[in-house]
């Protein structure tokens, strides 16, 4: 019987790897997450005029807060799909039986006290600001009550699901802002702006990897190039682009790295722009996974312009 423990405790810890690979890839969802956090964690200090790299503590606080607030995001979006799973998308592992419901309660539970915790150790006013992102998303979770009336209105149900993005980016230059005793109604001047580009980058993440060539599309399963149609879906991927240009354009602005920074976002819109027109000129079979990729690099270029050039600035 001793042997049978540790092959049971394979296959246990087996399965949670399988899950976190087909539905929360950290080796994806970790770069972009550490970029976000660093970039508003540093962005914040330089917006009151803080020179150097914040303390590991800050940056760990809003890392792990971040992470695990996108994880929660996929847990409730286990619990909230899972009859259309069931019904469209067998393959998925909780249709399939890899992983239970009632396990990923708990750990979305876990993965709550950790941040409590951690807001606690860093600085306690910090949990106000965890219970706002919470409380929004247990609303994202019952679909604010309304769910046939949003699911009847894909741009309503769109911008009021992305308003968490700027959230939790609240929280992340909260653990910076708050933590050095600025008071929760004391946001950095210019903030704003940040935050801007974060929803519409948020828009960007989510239309980008829900557009797919017509070969791809499932029954059941909600794409915007179904809805919209991909030339659509296309223009409107390339407009949140964007907006989130414009608006980091005005964060960027406000630390005087405006010029390094547009450079940066223009050279990956001309990519993003000519990857679409070749979508549209040969729509072949697998080809629309390149705007979820597009958009991991615009986030992640644009963040990192951001938080490194608000370091430099303050050095």
């Not at 309304?146 to 308003?163: F, G, N, Q």
């Not at 797919?212 to 682009?241: C, F, H, K, N, Q």
């Amino acid at each position: 019987m001793h042997g049978v423990e540790p092959v049971q405790g394979a296959l246990t810890h087996n399965r949670w790897w399988v899950y976190q690979r087909e539905r929360f890839p950290l080796a994806a969802h970790a770069p972009l997450v550490a970029a976000f956090s660093f970039c508003a964690v540093v962005y914040s200090a330089a917006l009151r005029g803080e020179p150097g790299l914040p303390a590991p503590g800050t940056f760990f606080v809003a890392f792990v807060g971040a992470l695990l607030f996108f994880l929660q995001l996929r847990i409730a979006d286990e619990f909230k799909d899972h009859e259309e799973d069931c019904r469209y998308r067998p393959y998925r592992p909780v249709p399939r039986g890899l992983i239970r419901l009632r396990e990923l309660a708990v750990l979305g539970v876990a993965s709550a006290v950790a941040q409590l915790l951690l807001a606690l150790w860093l600085h306690p006013p910090l949990v106000l600001v965890l219970l706002l992102v919470w409380g929004y998303l247990a609303l994202m979770s019952h679909e604010f009550f309304v769910r046939d009336w949003l699911k009847a209105r894909p741009v309503t149900y769109l911008w009021s699901h992305m308003l968490i993005m700027p959230l939790i980016d609240l929280y992340a230059t909260a653990c910076d802002w708050l933590s050095a005793g600025e008071g929760m109604g004391a946001l950095p001047d210019g903030l704003i702006w940040f935050l801007l580009a974060s929803f519409c980058n948020g828009v960007v993440i989510e239309l980008g990897r829900k557009i797919r060539a017509s070969a791809d599309e499932e029954t059941g399963v909600e794409t915007y190039s179904a809805l919209w149609g991909p030339r659509r879906a296309l223009v409107l991927w390339l407009g949140a682009i964007g907006a989130t240009a414009f608006f980091a354009s005005l964060a960027a602005a406000r630390i005087d790295i405006l010029a390094p920074v547009l450079l940066l976002l223009l050279g990956v819109f001309a990519v993003a722009a000519f990857a679409a027109f070749r979508f549209m000129r040969a729509m072949s079979p697998g080809a629309g996974k390149r705007f979820e990729w597009i958009s991991g690099v615009w986030t992640l270029v644009m963040y990192l312009g951001l938080g490194g050039g608000s370091l430099i600035w303050t050095m």
